[in-house]
């Protein structure tokens, strides 16, 4: 087993190392979030694990997904339906860092020496060089995991080398809390986490065997315990010097260097339940404080009792099989190959995995949006796991199903007598946007869940996910749409949704947004369809469902003519999709004179002022074109790209993605590329300038949707896929996997020609441009010549 003394790592490896030295154009704080780890329900920054004024992180943070405090929201003007509380993901306390000194002499760094994350094993890396005021060396190596197998479990390993005495060291650690959130008071996307005032400690404790501190949350009224438990490899005195002051407590331990070294491992475990999303509030009931600290002290020590090396290897094992399973490779360009990897480890590092927690726009890396959820998991995050983990997809779901209860009454405080209306942004379920014309008014995050069960049901067949949850989750959510908006009288009876507010953020309040009505469109005829596949499947059962839901044919039959007569608005003349009723009317926006330092526009104007111009945020009819897939026709979507692109400031990071999809799609595959590169980077080369608060999921996912579904053009039919693989001619080679209809591919491209393999599954149908191909466990594999040109 290599140890990181002798680590030198092979060209192979290299290809999966993220070190600082590749970082140097980027600061602190960016390092920080692009080296944070985590596991779906723990996340930490990619901060020192030495305690000292060089060492200090710019930001601060060990997370807990699914957790939250829930905070009152301050409006001067407040009005009725208005968002009241905001949910604040968990901050929990600091566990990493270490203090070290020698006879009363405090070790400092002389040189920071190397950080690295290791993205095939999912783990951090520090070496540091201190010294003492009287010159003894010592340098510290610190490896950190936040375990895959322990969903609550963080553990940091210390190696310490004496270089030039020998004696003994005394070692403090500490639990921390952390309040370091640095607050740009303009700028709407960098949340702020701090709860220390929200916390009171209501026990804590230091022993040989193992410490905590638990604090209660005021609301919602609930308990967190951070507890810690050390193994030292050398004999080591517990000193009896422990203190706990401001919300920290320190242990000291004196341990003698043995053949100059000194190693030990701290394990860090985190729980903080609470009611969460749960349909069963009585499941979530308030966990007394003596049961918490049994089950953190069981939990911690059957953690430590394993050792270091044995829970590296678990954790390893966990990562192994992910990346079998996902690893995607890429031929000619060093960069893209590791921003991808990068960008999937981060994916499957934020995304909760057991149906009570989904993953947050900046996953859990950061404080950005509060560590809030949006449309974001469904419509670009959720694809990438279909492909890859399907059930992850399926638990990000599911967390929607839990949410239901709380969306429908939601959608009755919004005055409507039937059906759910999720939240625009939350974590516990409640709508937490205080912003309603670019929130709230969202509608399309409804349509985007239905999509999204869609796409999983038809990827996975899972017929169990459809009748336990998923139906319920389309139907309940198509309920809202009837009632959003009415036939027209005066535009020729057509189903118009008015006063809603798209995907593009820089255009808001607006009626028929092409992009809402495509998309309750789409919902509406799915869940007709899906009732018809359901009644197919079992009569009986699915009268069960109706009757539970109230589902009445007359209900079904609306949706039909909703369907049938929704307006989606189009401008004959230049044959494009006018992005709402007033958009073609607004005054173009004057990109020549706006400066570069103008960029976002969110923070130098007024909303108010973009509202009135003709300019975009974020793609908004290309993205509805892109998932209306082959119901429009091209012509139109060329139109509409050729008309949209130029007065997009894609000040958002979801949209370069979906230009780059839309671009494959239509057959630029220069301009695809140029907006995948854009996308894949964003966080790697801090293109938005803002990773310091978080990494951006959506484009990171987004990334992966452009190899595979632009690309490699991937689309999912029924009982098939279809592919037109185009591989950029900037790279020499692509291979990745994808799960779907109960089998595992892989795709191979290199310059001229496109390899099928089954790789599990018995056999699978494909669509290879306009030609129909079968793979079977017999003939698992199929060579097509490309034609390049
Ligand atoms: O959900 C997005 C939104 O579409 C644009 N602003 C940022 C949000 C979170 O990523």
């Known amino acids: 087993m290599k140890t990181l003394n002798n680590y030198l790592a092979t060209d192979e490896e290299k290809q999966w190392i993220l070190s600082q030295d590749q970082l140097t154009h980027l600061s602190e704080g960016v390092i920080e979030t692009l080296f944070s780890l985590g596991n779906g329900t723990l996340g930490t920054r990619g901060t020192s694990g030495y305690e000292s004024d060089l060492t200090q992180p710019e930001c ?15 409006y001067d003007e407040s009005a009725y339906g208005f968002a009241q509380f905001n ?41 540091i060089q201190l010294h003492t005021d009287s010159g003894k060396k010592i340098v510290l190596h610190i490896t950190r995991l936040v375990c895959q197998h322990q969903q609550n479990t963080m553990i940091n390993h210390y190696q310490i080398e ?10 403090t650690s500490s639990i921390k809390a952390s309040d370091s959130t640095n607050q740009n008071g303009n700028d709407p996307r960098i949340g702020n986490l701090s709860i220390l005032d929200k916390l009171k400690c209501v026990e804590s404790l230091s022993t040989p065997e193992y410490s905590f501190l638990m604090h209660q949350l005021s609301a919602p009224k609930s308990l967190m315990i951070v507890a810690t438990s050390h193994q030292f490899e050398q004999h080591s005195n517990y000193m009896n010097t422990s203190s706990y002051s401001k919300n920290t407590l320190t242990e000291q331990f004196e341990v003698a260097l043995a053949d100059k070294r000194v190693t030990f491992t701290k394990y860090s475990l985190y729980l903080c339940p609470q009611t969460l999303t749960s349909a069963n509030p009585q499941q979530h009931a308030q966990v007394c404080e003596q049961a918490l600290i049994t089950q953190a002290r069981e939990e911690l020590l059957c953690v430590k009792n394993l050792g270091y090396q044995e829970n590296l290897q678990l954790h390893q094992q966990l990562m192994n099989k992910f990346w079998q399973d996902s690893d995607v490779t890429i031929e000619g360009n060093d960069q893209h190959q590791l921003a991808i990897r990068l960008n999937m480890l981060h994916l499957t590092m934020s995304a909760g995995k057991d149906g009570q927690r989904n993953i947050a726009a900046k996953g859990l890396t950061g404080p950005g949006y509060d560590g809030h959820y949006f449309w974001d998991s469904e419509i670009y995050i959720i694809p990438y796991f279909i492909y890859t983990q399907p059930n992850v997809a399926k638990s990000l779901l599911s967390y929607r199903f839990n949410g239901l209860a709380k969306a429908k009454s939601r959608a009755t405080e919004m005055g409507h007598q039937q059906g759910a209306l999720f939240p625009w942004r939350t974590i516990s379920g409640e709508e937490c946007s205080s912003f309603f014309p670019a929130g709230t008014a969202q509608y399309h995050i409804n349509a985007a869940i239905a999509y999204a069960v869609r796409q999983y049901f038809k990827a996975s067949d899972d017929w169990q996910f459809i009748w336990d949850e998923g139906a319920e989750l389309v139907i309940e959510t198509a309920r809202l749409w009837p009632s959003l908006g009415h036939f027209n009288k005066n535009n020729d009876n057509q189903f118009c949704i008015d006063t809603v507010t798209g995907p593009d953020e820089y255009t808001a309040l607006v009626n028929n947004n092409y992009y809402t009505n495509s998309m309750a469109k789409i919902h509406l005829s799915f869940a007709i369809e899906l009732i018809d596949k359901l009644r197919a499947n079992d009569e009986s059962r699915c009268k069960l469902l109706l009757t539970k839901l109230k589902l009445s044919v ?12 929704m307006y989606l608005p189009h401008q004959a003349e230049k044959n494009i999709s006018p992005q709402d009723d007033s958009f073609l009317d607004k005054k173009p926006w004057d990109f020549h004179g706006t400066p570069k330092d103008k960029y976002p526009l969110l923070l130098n104007f007024h909303p108010l002022v973009i509202y009135r111009h003709q300019v975009l945020k974020q793609a908004d009819v290309i993205l509805a074109n892109f998932l209306q897939d082959d119901e429009v026709d091209i012509h139109l979507k060329r139109n509409n790209l050729a008309f949209y692109e130029p007065i997009t400031t894609h000040d958002s990071t979801l949209s370069a993605c979906t230009h780059s999809l839309a671009y494959s799609e239509t057959g630029n595959h220069q301009a695809a590329f140029d907006y995948f590169d854009n996308t894949v980077l964003t966080d790697l080369n801090n293109l938005h300038n803002n990773s310091h608060y978080g990494v951006h999921t959506a484009a990171m996912s987004g990334s992966w949707m452009c190899i595979t579904q632009g690309f490699a053009g991937l689309r999912i039919r029924d009982n098939y896929a ?20 109960g089998c595992q591919v892989q795709l191979t491209l290199s310059r001229g020609q496109i390899t099928y393999q089954l790789l599990s599954g ?28």
């Open 162 to 171: 004496a270089v030039n005495f020998t004696g003994k060291l005394r070692i």
């Open 554 to 565: 007359e209900e079904l039959n609306v949706w039909q003519e909703i369907v049938d007569k």
């Open 722 to 741: 279809s592919f037109q693989p185009n591989l950029p001619k900037q790279w020499q080679g692509l291979r990745f996997k994808l799960k779907l209809l």
């Open 762 to 789: 018995k056999q699978f149908s494909l669509k290879h441009y306009q030609q129909e191909y079968l793979l079977t466990e017999l003939e698992p594999t199929l060579q097509i010549a490309i034609d390049e040109d």
């Open 60 to 74: 601060e943070g060990t997370y807990i997904n699914g957790s939250y405090s829930r905070e009152t929201i301050e």
């Open 87 to 127: 949910n604040k993901m968990m901050q929990a306390f600091n566990t990493k860092t270490i203090k070290i000194s020698s006879e009363n002499e405090i070790f400092k760094p002389y040189n920071l020496g190397k950080r690295h994350i290791n993205l095939h094993q999912a783990t951090y890396h520090e070496v």
